[in-house]
């Protein structure tokens, strides 16, 4: 996870060749929750939609930046 998701993106893109076709692009950013309980649900619900696509074959999920 960073602090800093901007900074991150441009670090991860200036190890790929210029010429590339694939690059890191910030697509979704996220927010606060406003408890414990709604965050989980949110995870869950996140957790559960990767698991699906996986399980149809369903290629493109999303990964966290590191």
């Given at each position: ?35 414990m ?13 990767i698991?699906l ?14």
């Open positions: 996870m960073t602090n800093n998701p901007k900074r991150r993106c441009d670090e991860l893109n200036a190890g790929i060749p210029p010429a590339a076709k694939g690059k890191w692009a910030m697509r979704l950013t996220s927010q606060p929750f406003p408890d309980p709604r965050a989980e649900a949110a995870r869950h619900r996140a957790s559960h939609d698991q696509k996986k399980f149809l074959g369903i290629e493109g999920t999303i990964s966290p930046m590191i």
